[in-house]
């Protein structure tokens, strides 16, 4: 088992590794030319160009660019801004000279809304999808499973961009069925925090458990044609102890795989869901970046990013393993 979690964590290390190469390559060695875009055409003299570039420390050799971006993010980083030395603490991501503060601090001002916006989807999308895909299995052949599986599949055909937006323009606005979204701390108001993300949680959970549902019916079928099943019925065994305690577990297995990197995803590209309910996460400051050319806040957002999605899936590994303890030999 030792060997099996060092080998994954080597693995998740190395991604981080090349994605750090890979992000870095792409703002600092691709043709474009950051100080310019900062500094803007109308009023950029050659002064100004100079000075954004010897803060963002552009004209220093790239080995040596690379080398004090990596070690800002274990030691921390200095940077100037209109004469003023300020210091970036550990993990340094770089300093936004459009919001003239460190990109760790910006992150972690929205990073919490995205969190919030996560764990009230994967609660719904688990819990939901999980048991309409077990009822479908059941009762499968049935009109109830027909119903069941059309349901899931016209829902997941329609753009979730759509069936946000009718939402929160008709059950939010006009007729004020659903709680408007927005962001409260929990440490502030926690019924707030509640009502604010409930909303946005019922869209992302319903429009998400479709594929779940689907993923937990197909496994379950499967787990239920199995030899041990029939050999738990034939000891007499009550159908719901079969079906839930013994395969429930062998009929998780697909579905905890797409589970963890879904939460990855989602964390990480909840765009649309934060634009259209205002939530101030990181799917917004990411377009306000992308908008305004900030490259430090897109580095690390991206940096991020690829962080929680191989954080994710080391996890998955892990659970895995412990469902299914033959993985380990893999």
Known sequence: ????????????????LVTLIATFALFFIAPTDPAAAICGDRNCTPQRYNDIKENLHLDRPVVQQFAEYTGGIFVGRTFTTSGLEQRCNVPC????????????????TRLPVTLSL?????????????????????RRGTTGDRVLMSSTLILSSIPYYI????????????????PRGGYTPFTENPLQWFTGLLTPWLVLGVYGCTQYARYSRGSMVESLSEDYIRTARA?????????????????????VTIFGLDIATSMTGAIFTERIFDLPGLGNL????????????????????????????FLVDVAYSVIDPRVRIA
Do not use: C, W
């Open 163 to 178: 069936v946000a937006l009718m939402i929160s323009l008709y059950l939010t606005i006009q007729y004020q069925i659903l």
């Open 286 to 313: 990411v377009l306000q970046s992308l908008s305004t050319y900030d490259l430090p806040v897109i580095m690390g957002t991206v940096l991020v990013a690829s962080a929680i999605l191989v954080t994710m899936n």
């Open 118 to 138: 996560v764990l009230g989807y994967a609660v719904i999308v688990l819990a939901l999808g999980v048991a309409i895909g077990s009822m479908a299995a059941k």
């Open 1 to 16: 088992m030792l060997y099996f979690l060092a080998r994954r964590l080597v693995s998740a290390l190395s991604v981080v």
């Open 235 to 255: 000891k007499g065994l009550s159908d719901r102890v079969v079906t839930y305690k013994h395969a429930l577990r062998s009929g998780l297995i697909p579905v």
């Open 93 to 108: 991501l770089g300093f936004s000279f459009k919001n003239n503060q460190p990109v760790t601090e910006m992150l972690k």
